[in-house]
């Protein structure tokens, strides 16, 4: 979320992220082929990835290729970076450095496949290598779709380079960096806020770790913080757009409406692309369509609930965000509470169990109607799980994280 708008995680939800190649048109016949028409299609011949351009020779100016290319890496001139490191891979394959230097330009290349390819042969050959580690956890949690494997990948290798007792000061900080922003798109807000943390005690001024602060404080319900944090990036050409975002969530918990507006239309007008008008239900339309979601559950599930409550609300409450360590993300678009079934109630609340869908959050987190009503019945599907004892982790495994 923290890098690709608010839709990240309902995206994850519904199987957006999930890439698939369009069916290849099927070839004419050649002369004297004759065609067959079959009562049912045969097997669909494998679609042949497209062939790259040959890649111009290497340009190095004299000095060896790797070192070439790496200067141009420096100099962002990727085209150039790509064919000197293929050389230097070339003439030597045990190089690290030199697979490691192919896999950053042909990740600014945007030829990402290929891309962890490179980067898995260099860590193959010595996996403790620093570029490699940093250009691998920058491919996946930042370059590559959202999705939790990429993130948590992004993170390993993020945190394997920060483990490294030799690991330079100056790579120290982007090993951090990309960790947290790894971590705010997993979930793991006091993590990230450490790794952000550690970027601006010698980074002052990184306003991308400034940003993946506010976030973590945000998640973790520190909204004084993250209120100040926020306002301080209002002006950041990249991050403005999520800042007003999330003061106006801030607004919006304290009951400031007006205000909250104010931010939201602002992050609206900056980038449309990431804050859409939410389609925004009255509180009387969505309590019908949580109905409709659980009259469509299956029977088993319906039978589960049975004097469970399954409640539309408007935000989540801070005492049932901060009823646990670490606290629950203000975000959150549904929660279970109380026990398991099966698992004895406390005598503390009648009932005991209950379900709470937030109209205001489900709203924001997708861009129609349509998906609306799809992402309340996945949510509502996550929370029979907890109902049913299944925890996140297991959830998340179902694809109901």
């Given amino acids: 979320m923290s890098r690709r708008g608010p839709f990240a995680l309902c995206l994850l939800l519904l199987g957006a992220c999930q890439r698939t190649s369009p069916p290849a048109a099927p070839a004419a016949p050649d002369a ?26 290497c340009k190095s100016g004299g000095s060896n290729p790797l070192d070439a290319a790496l200067d141009y890496l420096d100099a962002g ?36 496949t290929e891309a962890q390819v490179a980067y898995a042969r260099a860590l193959a050959i010595d996996p403790e290598h620093p570029d490699a580690l940093l250009g691998a956890a920058h491919l996946y949690a930042v370059q590559m779709p959202s999705s939790r494997e990429y993130d948590e990948l992004g993170a390993l290798y993020a945190e394997r380079g920060l483990s490294q007792p030799d690991v330079s000061p100056e790579m120290l900080p982007r090993f951090a960096l990309v960790a947290a922003m790894a971590m705010n798109d997993l979930g793991q807000a006091s993590e ?12 002052p001024n990184n306003h991308e770790a400034a940003y993946e602060k506010a976030l973590a404080l945000f998640e973790l319900c520190r909204f004084a913080e993250a209120r100040v944090a926020f306002t301080g990036l209002l002006n950041d050409p990249e991050r403005g757009a999520h800042a ?19 931010h939201f239309d602002k992050a609206h007008a900056l980038s449309p692309q990431d ?29 589960d609930l049975s004097g469970v409550p399954v409640r539309a609300e408007e935000l989540p409450a801070s005492e049932d965000l901060l009823s646990g360590e670490p606290p629950l993300s203000p975000a959150i678009l549904g929660l279970f509470r109380g026990p398991p079934l099966g698992e004895p109630c406390d005598g503390s609340e009648t009932p005991c169990r209950s379900v709470a869908l937030y109209r205001l959050n489900l709203a924001r987190a997708v861009r129609s109607r349509e998906e609306l009503r799809e992402q309340i019945k996945v949510t509502l599907l996550h929370e029979v799980g907890h109902l049913r004892g299944e925890d996140d982790q297991e959830l998340a495994a179902r694809g109901l994280e």
Avoid at 35 to 56: F, I
Avoid at 244 to 262: D, F, I, N, S, T
Avoid at 283 to 292: K, L
């Fill in 244 to 262: 007003h975002y999330h003061l106006g969530l801030l607004m919006e918990r304290e009951g400031k409406w007006k205000q909250a507006q104010v």
């Fill in 192 to 203: 990230a806020l450490q790794r952000a943390s550690l970027v601006l005690a010698r980074e």
């Fill in 77 to 112: 001139k990727f085209p150039e970076a790509l064919s000197c490191a293929a050389q230097a891979s070339a003439l030597e394959p045990d190089s690290a450095s030199a697979h490691a230097a192919r896999g950053e330009a042909l990740g600014a290349l945007g030829r990402t």
């Fill in 275 to 303: 804050f859409p008008v939410p389609p925004m239900p009255s509180a009387a339309e969505f309590r019908e369509d949580v109905a409709r979601a659980v009259a469509a559950l299956p029977e088993d599930m319906r039978k």
């Fill in 32 to 57: 004297g082929t004759v065609a067959v028409t079959a009562s049912a299609p045969g097997p669909a011949a494998p679609v042949a990835a497209p062939v790259p351009e040959p890649l111009l020779p």
